[in-house]
């Protein structure tokens, strides 16, 4: 009998983590309400140990064994590292200052009111009983955490979507942006604070110093160098602060997200840089997709997730609206702006995904928490382009016009 190399089992899962998303997206035509990305996460719950580990428990034991997912971990960390680092760059709060007023108030709106729906749904969540909150979580880091999951915004996600609705480019396409924008910082300022650990907090302390001492000086030398040669620093940069800020105990996906919010996207060439942001989303952000579909669980019972998954999807739909809704009465917006605006704001996924993940990975929620989250965020992700598309068509004038 011809034994089968670990290699092999190895690439045995990639051609299942290209091959059957792609299949679902181009043979049932998903694109309007499931993008290939969405496709994908789905594609990799499917694949992890609750649907395919419980159906075919023989064939998932011998495709995702140990070695095989150590060795696919490797790749998504990376993977979403890079994601993030490119995340980072792209933001420009340069225009949000500009118009700070607009800006800080619907941006503030849209991040607090979800926050606080989510986390009256968290605190529902722990009163039915245990299963939902980690070891190591805290019952404020437990309320927050999940909280901020349904505030969260997927930049990323949600320029694809812009794109494909043709309004990335338009006033109201970077009006969007500078709300998500701001939010995005003030997310990944409130993550460093959940993580916060008091017996860590000289090392916490030593590496924001040491931070803004060597972010000083990436800032003097990238001007200095070549276009070319600022890919490669900008890696290193990324390897770099991502082990320290693991080492400091504040996870490598913050230490990612700072690295690329003190470069500025002008050092990059923009096509260059869009290009490679796709080549990511292509290549290899699809092993972190199954990899965090690997970790979704049921064991508290999948009426019981799916529950929760509702819950938290209601919260966060009807907290981002309601906070849009009212920042579009302060500022007097017109009649159907902000529920297009909140449409597009709700929209989670990747980001969403991401600190679902870092919550999971330091303990303070547990698996079937995460399953919720990741299932909401799906949800939460599908609804977009089907609720904007019309609302869009019945507001074209708005498009052109800017804030």
């Known amino acids: 009998m011809v034994q089968i190399t670990l290699t092999e089992v190895y690439l045995i899962a990639m051609i299942l983590i290209f091959a059957v998303p792609f299949l679902i997206w181009r043979l049932l035509r998903t694109e309007y309400y499931a993008p290939l990305v969405v496709v994908q996460i789905i594609c990799g719950i499917l694949l992890g140990p609750g649907i395919m580990g419980a159906f075919f428990p023989d064939y998932y034991a011998f495709v995702f064994r140990p070695e095989v997912i150590g060795a696919l971990n490797g790749v998504a960390w990376w993977a979403v590292m890079i994601f993030v680092w490119v995340a980072g760059i792209e933001l420009d709060l340069s225009e949000a200052w500009q118009k700070r007023r607009e800006t800080g108030v619907t941006a503030g709106l849209a991040l607090i009111v979800p926050l606080i729906f989510g986390s009256v749904a968290a605190s529902i969540l722990l009163q039915t009983g245990s299963g939902w909150a980690g070891e190591k979580g805290q019952?404020?880091?437990?309320?927050?955490?999940?909280?901020?999951?349904?505030?969260?915004?997927?930049?990323?996600?949600?320029?694809?979507?812009?794109?494909?609705?043709?309004?990335?480019?338009?006033?109201?396409?970077?009006?969007?942006?500078?709300?998500?924008?701001?939010?995005?910082?003030?997310?990944?300022?409130?993550?460093?604070?959940?993580?916060?650990?008091?017996?860590?907090?000289?090392?916490?302390?030593?590496?924001?110093?040491?931070?803004?001492?060597?972010?000083?000086?990436?800032?003097?030398?990238?001007?200095?160098?070549?276009?070319?040669?600022?890919?490669?620093?900008?890696?290193?940069?990324?390897?770099?602060?991502?082990?320290?800020?693991?080492?400091?105990?504040?996870?490598?996906?913050?230490?990612?997200?700072?690295?690329?919010?003190?470069?500025?996207?002008?050092?990059?060439?923009?096509?260059?840089?869009?290009?490679?942001?796709?080549?990511?989303?292509?290549?290899?952000?699809?092993?972190?997709?199954?990899?965090?579909?690997?970790?979704?669980?049921w064991d508290v019972g999948g009426v019981i997730v799916f529950g929760a998954a509702a819950l938290l999807l209601v919260a966060s739909v009807a907290g981002k609206l309601a906070g849009i809704h009212l920042a579009g009465r302060l500022l007097k917006w017109e009649k159907g702006e902000a529920s297009m605006i909140g449409w597009l704001l709700q929209t989670k996924a990747l980001i969403m995904i991401i600190f679902a993940n870092i919550l999971l990975d330091k303990d303070i929620i547990t698996n079937q928490t995460f399953t919720a989250l990741l299932l909401m965020a799906v949800g939460s992700t599908m609804l977009t382009i089907p609720m904007v598309t019309p609302k869009l068509k019945a507001l074209k004038m708005m498009v052109s016009r800017s804030s």
């Open 139 to 297: 019952y404020w880091q437990v309320i927050v955490g999940i909280g901020m999951a349904c505030a969260v915004t997927a930049l990323p996600i949600l320029i694809l979507f812009m794109e494909k609705l043709e309004i990335l480019r338009q006033p109201l396409g970077q009006r969007i942006l500078r709300y998500a924008s701001l939010d995005d910082v003030v997310i990944w300022g409130v993550l460093a604070v959940i993580l916060l650990d008091w017996e860590r907090m000289g090392r916490q302390g030593a590496f924001l110093i040491g931070f803004a001492v060597a972010a000083y000086l990436i800032r003097r030398l990238m001007p200095k160098i070549a276009e070319s040669d600022r890919w490669y620093v900008g890696l290193i940069w990324l390897a770099v602060c991502g082990l320290a800020a693991d080492w400091a105990g504040l996870h490598y996906m913050v230490g990612a997200f700072l690295s690329g919010v003190v470069l500025d996207a002008k050092y990059f060439d923009q096509k260059r840089m869009d290009y490679f942001r796709a080549t990511v989303l292509l290549a290899i952000m699809p092993v972190f997709f199954l990899s965090t579909g690997l970790r979704t669980n």
